[in-house]
């Protein structure tokens, strides 16, 4: 199976920030790569696939990068309702794997 | 607009079997998968498998091989997963979501469903 490590697992910042948030896959998944967001009692909600392309509605303050096996989630200037846990997930190979996640909490 | 409303909470002793619905309104159900994600309590998520609807061709983590099938009613636009020999580590919430067939992204989700595995 391939594994799918988050960086790093939780982190504290403001409103307004830039937030930086790594996932690097065990081996080549190509662009295989998708960003969820997640809020407490909520189902995930799907923002980014194919590594870098954003789903219809969500905000442009989101964006994904990759390079080689490392893959990057930027929220450009973090707002209120960005304070949730993210997920990153291969779907190159099955089982498609989520990586353990990265909370984002208010500082 | 594109609504994935699974079944309700389900307790269950250890041993049972449970089988949990998700009903697809909005879309055409044949042109998408259906897959499973599962959250334990406080934790992430886990890929559980996912189903072609089209040809009804299945991929189950080998985690769960054997302890899972996964199924789908063109009829009614419903896809089930039924799950058997529960334990209690096997306590969580559910989720179906919709898989894109190229990428196999998962754009959009039921509400989940509680499944509790008590004796």
């Known amino acids: 199976d391939i594994q799918m490590t988050q960086s790093p697992s939780s982190l504290s910042a403001s409103v307004g920030d830039r937030v930086t948030i790594t996932c690097r896959a065990s081996q080549n998944i190509v662009s295989y790569l998708n960003w969820y967001q997640q809020k407490p009692g909520e189902a995930p909600k799907f923002l980014i696939y194919?590594?870098?392309s954003l789903q219809s509605g969500v905000p442009a303050r989101f964006s994904g990068s990759e390079s080689e096996t490392d893959f990057t989630l930027t929220i450009s200037s973090l707002q209120p309702e960005d304070f949730a846990t993210y997920y990153c997930?291969?779907?190159?190979?099955?089982?498609?794997?989520f990586g353990q996640g990265t909370k984002i909490e208010i500082k | 607009q594109v609504q994935l409303v699974q079944s309700g909470a389900e307790v269950k002793k250890p041993g049972a079997s449970v089988k949990v619905s998700c009903k697809a309104s909005g879309y055409t159900f044949t042109r998408y998968g259906i897959t499973w994600v599962r959250q334990a309590p406080g934790q992430g998520l886990e890929w559980m498998g996912w189903i072609r609807i089209y040809n009804g061709n299945t991929d189950y983590a080998q985690k769960f091989q054997g302890r899972i099938t996964m199924t789908a009613d063109t009829s009614t636009n419903t896809a089930y997963v039924e799950f058997r020999s529960l334990r209690s580590d096997d306590t969580a919430v559910y989720y179906c979501a919709r898989g894109e067939s190229n990428y196999a992204y998962l754009d959009y989700w039921g509400q989940g469903t509680l499944v509790t595995v008590s004796s």
């Open positions: 997930q291969q779907s190159y190979s099955a089982p498609y794997t």
């Open positions: 194919a590594a870098s």
